[in-house]
């Protein structure tokens, strides 16, 4: 069944459980949707909750609301992780009999890592207690919730025998909902598997959340960090067909061109080439307060992304030790790939024995080891943890070189909408902080520092040149450009000549660069020279001296003014060491283009019976020409063009 434009335009949102062991949020999740999570064959036997279940609730005619519930037993917190890190909504689950619990603990703590704002308590098992039991509970919920995200959620008994309660909750459930925020379609599409199995008849079919965007049926995906791509054959979302699944949605997707033994929870899909799979994580990571011991730079810890866990060492940037309560920079270095987005929630639990000891936002995947104890770095991850698009856009562009950014590579490293991506570019332009040039058809950006730096080195470069070649006009572009860094961009240099010409800083003319005010000074003694040079270049003709015998015979001095006739276009090179002047050439193009007139057509020995010279001047005459477009060899003739 084909999803509605209705449907598409609307946020979804996932609820979750949370919750010590056998406190009944198996059984809540029964009592308010009538369906059973508990899917293994060990969790029926056991009646123990192992991996996460996931069920639905109508809120109405034409909507449905994802739910995820996770096991409570310290030993599957992991696949409580798995569950936890995608959902906006939880239903904070305590037992009436049992009180707070240890897991009850822990999973309060996750949730406030997680940064999950919304959410109900709900007190199980009313119905084996007093009432001034149940009021000794309450109290001492409400006690642990202060200071954390669910500090201010509604705390409701229910019992899930007797149905008192029940709906109640379903009622602030469908209350609460309205003011969820749930993730957006217009992101990048991107899943995280939690769950793969196969379907006889229809192949592979991964499950998971909808992190971002929206896929559709027979669209391509990459399967990553693998990066393997494969096509979307069918999608169901909460137990219907569907052709499109939006961000905030739980999906089941049959995939074509993998095998379910090739996938496994913690991978992610998305759109080809959007996520590059890393094993650095730049983010900010804080201890919590109730922790044992501080945490030692270096120390092995297990890393819960999304549906992923992944052993690493914490590597601080700022400090040695991190002690409970406090808050870092720190680099993750996991010892396998994961694909993240800035702005991803983490948990990090220690190594052994297993337990929830922090957790953080990523800043950034990286690529590249980070040096501890640098105030640049830290100063960058600040400017990436504070938030301030503004700010975060303009490093990306001011941190980066001359590289050049599209709307798309902005919008996947800052993990922005497009559209949003193309609002703060406009901004920061309109504020001066980026800079737009129309280059080569395309809008090009670059930061004003990066720009004004490259500015600065140009003409640093051209004030060299014209003062080591004080009778050249100016600097060839293509030896201008050689002379820059190799990982500059060409387009950076465009930008910045043109910059540079629309100020009246430089001039080019004739593809050769120049400072404005610089003028080629010429003393009457070279003056003097270069008008014997050139005389003698006119008085041989059609056979004219090499620079050697211009040296030998004007000595040392003349070797800056063949150079300065060059400049002034009264010489010609037509290879090497081989040159005439432009007089001279025009009496021989005369005699080529009278003799092909007449005759169709000239050879090289024509040529040169004709000017009674040597092939040695004959054939780089008749290339010359050749190359400048006055003449066309074909065969072994020459005709105009």
Known sequence: MEQTSSTAQKEHIIIGTAGHIDHGKTSLVRALTGIDTDRLPEEKQRGLTIDIGFAYLDLNSNRRISIVDVPGHERFVKNMLAGATSIHLVLFVVAADDGVMPQTTEHLEIINLLGI????????????????????????????????????????????????????????????????????????????????????????????????????????????????????????????????????????????????????????????????????????????????????????????????????????????????????????????????????????????????????????????????????????????????????????????????????????????????????????????????????????????????????????????????NPLKAGIEETYLKSLLRKDIHPLSVAASLSSLKNEKAIKVHDNRVSLTNFKIEVSAQDKSRANKIEEAFINAGFTPPSSEEIYQRFGPPSKSIIPLLLEQKKLIRIENDLYFHVATLNRLKEIVKEYIQTHGSVTVAQFRDLTKTSRKFAVPLMEYFDAVHFTKRTGDVRILL
């Not at 569907?242 to 905030?248: D, I, K, M």
């Not at 332009?429 to 490259?454: A, C, D, N, P, Y």
């Open 117 to 468: 704002e919304h959410g109900i308590v709900v007190v199980t098992k009313k119905d084996l207690v007093t009432d001034e039991w149940l009021a000794m509970v309450q109290e001492d919920v409400k006690r642990i919730l202060t200071g954390t995200t669910l500090e201010h959620a509604p705390v409701i008994p229910v019992s899930t025998v007797t149905g008192k309660g029940i709906e109640m909750c379903r009622t602030a459930l469908k209350k609460l909902i309205t003011r969820v925020k749930g993730q957006r379609s217009n992101r990048i599409f991107r899943l995280s598997i939690d769950r793969s199995f196969t379907v006889s008849g229809h192949g592979c079919v991964i499950t998971g959340p909808v992190l971002g965007g929206q896929v559709s049926v027979d669209t391509e995906v990459e399967v990553l960090p693998m990066k393997k791509i494969v096509r979307v054959r069918g999608i169901e979302v909460t137990g219907k067909r569907v052709h499109t699944a939006f961000a905030g949605q739980r999906a089941a997707l049959n995939l074509s061109g993998i095998k379910t033994k090739e996938i496994q929870r913690g991978y992610e899909l998305s759109v080809p080439g959007y996520l590059e799979p890393t094993n650095l994580i730049d983010t900010t990571i804080k201890l919590i307060k109730n922790v044992k011991n501080p945490l030692k730079n270096r120390t092995r810890i297990r890393f819960h992304i999304n549906t992923s866990e992944v052993m690493g060492r914490v590597i601080f940037l700022d400090r040695d030790t991190l002690k409970p309560g406090e808050e870092s920079f720190a680099q993750i270095i996991l010892e396998d790939f994961i694909t993240g987005e800035r702005n991803d929630r983490f948990i990090i639990r220690s190594y052994s024995p297993p337990y929830t000891i922090g957790g953080g936002k990523v800043l950034r995947p990286n690529t590249t080891r980070l040096k501890r104890f640098r105030n640049e770095t830290v100063k960058t991850l600040k400017i990436l943890a504070s938030g301030n698009l503004l700010d975060i856009v303009e490093h990306v562009y001011s941190n980066n070189g001359c590289h050049v950014f599209t709307i798309h590579d902005i919008s996947q490293r800052v993990n922005i909408p497009p559209s949003a991506a193309e609002n703060v570019i406009t901004k920061l332009i309109q504020k001066g902080f980026l800079l737009k040039f129309e280059i080569e058809g395309k809008s090009i950006i670059f930061h004003r520092t990066v720009i004004s730096s490259l500015k600065e080195h140009i003409l640093n470069i051209l004030a060299i040149y014209h003062k080591e």
